[in-house]
């Protein structure tokens, strides 16, 4: 099944194509409905977001007239798990809110009972997500989640590069000197305290700091450190190792 409906997926053309082709395997592996949602990075030639689904139009009118992708857990827990995930599962993954709940439940009312959702989130590159859904009185289709998982990988794929979607090309924002410094600051130092770590003078932890946050027009600290996180040049298993070593 992955062979013969993956080919199709793979090789779409067109959001178009890719939608039909969707559609196909949707129904072919036992679920109702699909949606595949995907977001480029921030830069204005990274890509043009997509967003493709059959969801029952009752559903697609309330979700956007209600701007309830805010509010949407399934879009949290995407970030938060390597792969595919059951609905039913998400709140070992997330904490929800009681508005996330009243958004989950409005789409039960709206004919989406349950789900298998395939995540991938490459922090500054690609925020996606390829969700299968059952009706209500459908189950969810136990033996297929396998297939889901690849089907869903290789439509994210597609979609990213149908969506136009381009590589970093530009060289990094910082210094090694200026990341150096904001790494610390992620961590919690002081200037102070990074120029102790560093070998500098305070003086020259604050201009680093400074040109840092002109580099990315940004006036706070930590506004800085969400930027450099986004753009790959910190991670956060570089912020929270080194907090566990402590």
């Known amino acids: 099944m992955v062979e013969l409906l993956g080919d199709?997926?793979?090789?779409?053309?067109?959001?178009?194509?890719?939608?039909?082709?969707?559609?196909?395997?949707t129904r072919d592996m036992g679920f109702d409905h699909f949606a595949l949602a995907l977001e480029t990075g921030s830069s204005s030639d990274s890509g043009a977001s997509v967003l493709v689904h059959d969801y029952p139009a009752s559903w697609a009118d309330v979700y956007i007239s209600l701007n309830l992708a805010a509010t949407d857990p399934v879009r949290r827990a995407a970030e938060r798990s390597i792969l595919g995930f059951r609905w039913r599962n998400m709140r070992d993954l997330i904490p929800?809110?009681?508005?996330?709940?009243?958004?989950?439940?409005?789409?039960?009312?709206n004919g989406l009972a349950d789900g298998f959702t395939v995540p991938r989130h490459l922090p500054g590159d690609v925020t996606a997500s390829c969700t299968f859904v059952t009706g209500t009185g459908s189950?969810?289709?136990e033996a297929m989640l396998i297939v889901a998982e690849m089907l869903g990988a290789m439509a994210i794929s597609n979609a990213r590069r149908i969506s136009g979607w381009r590589g970093q090309t530009e060289p990094a924002r910082l210094t090694d000197r200026q990341r150096d410094c904001v790494l610390w600051a992620a961590r919690g130092k002081t200037d102070w305290e990074i120029s102790r770590i560093l070998g500098i003078s305070r003086g020259t932890v604050i201009q680093h700091l400074k040109d840092a946050r002109e580099r990315y027009d940004t006036h706070k600290r930590a506004s800085?450190?969400?930027c450099a996180l986004y753009d790959g040049l910190i991670s956060f298993a570089d912020i929270f190792r080194w907090l566990a070593r402590r």
């Open 224 to 226: 800085l450190i969400l």
């Open 96 to 109: 929800m809110t009681e508005i996330e709940e009243t958004t989950f439940e409005t789409g039960r009312r």
């Open 139 to 141: 189950s969810i289709p």
């Open 8 to 25: 199709s997926i793979l090789t779409a053309p067109s959001i178009d194509d890719l939608h039909e082709s969707l559609a196909r395997a």
